[in-house]
């Protein structure tokens, strides 16, 4: 592998060239080349997945584990997922503001994506940012997503440990538990602890928990009550985390296949789809569309004749 | 095209053809024949788009709806996604059941989505069964989906008209804001209008707005203000709707054609990577997911080879 002023910025963790290679890999077709060079850097950065619906506290909890591990002596690199509205890009950095405490520390490395465009959408940006950070040296990358969407489980679950954090207020408990974040949490976190429903939150996911048949060997996942503006609960959180790191070593190994799997079919995906659409006569996609809105044909059969065109059989 | 029970009984309305239907379409790879054999007869039903977080009122608002469209002497057919856990799989059931009035009205069909299994996911689930209750001979179908991550924000964006439900509460309008959904709204409809706090949701919506310069000709959503359980707010709402649907028929044909153009991408992509599953040598896959986990390759080497053997050039 060549190499090159940025990837070499990337690999000696220096920040300007981390936020530049995470603009690279989040606009740019570029970024397959500096991927290219970083990876064979990578695997060695354990992945912390945090979700939960909006207003739990999940920046917050981010902030203070942060500190937790840097007292432990480890380097952090953080990507704050947010498919912002453009009528509100500013709140995404508010929260980031908020952080000031690690804005001036060199071993903390703060992000924002708010990606709509990438050709992949957010999951394979994330991944890719996840990568760059990983390259650059960061110990410990935690990916915290807003919402609660198929994208959003998608870059959680594909974390070495997945936080799902939850907290007392209407509807929370119901709305994490709806949008099917309840599989994928390796630790459940009640932040806002110190509120009425606090125990009422966590009474309702150990009794969804209950409900599952889990093997003698299997992970329990833990509920823990955090009220983050304060820290109370974060140094337990830490050890949890921890305490899941060297416990589930072996799915650990399983985990980080699936995700390259997962990748690969993602990359496949999205490389032929553009090989397909340089495949095509000019005009020719837009004529098939043209003819399944008059319900000339149907969708099938158009797709079936702009594959033949495009796969070799 | 060949007729079997099944489309002819989508075809004359029949309750029991319609749901087997959007069960094939769910599940089962014939789907894709009959949607061949139902497509000519769709292109007719008008398709309300409704989302919204977690308990702001969706489902008692569609239920109010289906009521107001039912007096206008119109037939409904209604789908509610909901990527519910597995945990609650009850919950939509429980929301159904509350639009029991409807269940005894031959005009009004009712089905909830829950399919995460679905090869192109829940929004090729969704499209499909929008085009069954069409072909039924349904006047409108709505589309209710839970939850504001992409999956929803194509689903509901794909609507010929979509609705955007807030009510007051804590993070209430943030929530919606944040996920990018306000994009989407053609209207917007603020629930639980008695509750302290309507007021200012409705303001914190037309301040963003205002934020959005518009031609002369363009359609500015309303902000309607709704009380569904008394269903105060409900006709006006359908009025709107219909005002919308009237004055934004140029544009509804444009976003038709767009809607179209957005599945045929979609199954496109879905049978490119069928076809490339099918060329690959057996075990070639799990071969480069190994080597790109012990970091022997890159990703996009790795594509690069796999798509090299499927697609002609």
């Known amino acids: 592998m060549t190499s090159d002023p940025i990837s070499d910025g990337v690999l000696a963790g220096d920040a300007r060239a981390i936020a530049r290679a995470i603009s690279l890999v989040e606009n740019d077709a570029a970024g397959a080349a500096l991927i290219g060079r970083l990876f064979p850097h990578t695997g060695r950065a354990y992945v912390?997945?945090?979700?939960?619906?909006?207003?739990?506290?999940?920046?917050?909890?981010?902030?203070?584990?942060?500190a937790v591990i840097r007292r432990a002596g480890l380097s952090v690199g953080i990507i704050a997922v947010d498919p912002t509205s453009p009528f509100t890009g500013g709140a995404v950095l508010g929260d980031r503001v908020r952080m000031s405490g690690h804005a001036v520390d060199d071993g903390v490395f703060i992000r924002s994506m708010a990606t709509r465009g990438h050709l992949g959408g957010l999951a394979s940006a994330t991944a890719d940012a996840i990568l760059v950070l990983d390259a650059s040296g960061k110990d410990v990358v935690?990916?915290?997503?807003?919402?609660?969407?198929?994208?959003?489980?998608?870059?959680?679950?594909?974390a070495d440990v997945s936080l799902v954090v939850l907290a007392p207020g209407a509807g929370d408990d119901v709305q994490a538990m709806k949008a099917g974040i309840m599989e994928i949490a390796d630790i459940f976190v009640v932040n806002k602890a110190d509120r009425d429903g606090a125990d009422h939150?966590?009474?309702?996911?150990?009794?969804?928990?209950?409900?599952?048949?889990?093997?003698?060997?299997?992970?329990?996942?833990?509920?823990?009550?955090?009220?983050?503006p304060t820290g109370a609960g974060?140094?337990?959180?830490?050890?949890?985390?921890?305490?899941?790191?060297q416990r589930a070593a072996d799915a650990r190994a399983g985990?980080?296949?699936?995700?390259?799997?997962?990748?690969?079919?993602?990359?496949?995906?999205?490389?032929?789809?553009?090989?397909?659409?340089?495949?095509?006569?000019?005009?020719?996609?837009?004529?098939?569309v043209d003819a399944v809105t008059a319900r000339e044909l149907d969708p099938y059969t158009a797709v079936d004749r702009l594959v033949r065109g495009v796969v070799s059989s």
């Open 48 to 66: 912390i997945g945090v979700t939960g619906a909006p207003g739990v506290g999940k920046s917050t909890i981010v902030d203070r584990l942060t």
């Open 142 to 158: 935690i990916v915290e997503t807003v919402g609660v969407g198929q994208d959003e489980v998608d870059i959680v679950s594909a």
């Open 201 to 228: 939150v966590v009474q309702t996911i150990t009794a969804s928990l209950s409900l599952k048949t889990s093997g003698a060997d299997e992970w329990r996942p833990p509920v823990l009550k955090t009220e983050a």
């Open 255 to 288: 985990r980080r296949r699936t995700r390259e799997a997962t990748r690969l079919r993602r990359l496949l995906s999205q490389q032929l789809f553009l090989r397909a659409e340089r495949a095509l006569a000019p005009g020719e996609f837009d004529r098939l």
């Open 234 to 245: 974060i140094d337990a959180l830490w050890e949890e985390i921890s305490r899941y790191r």
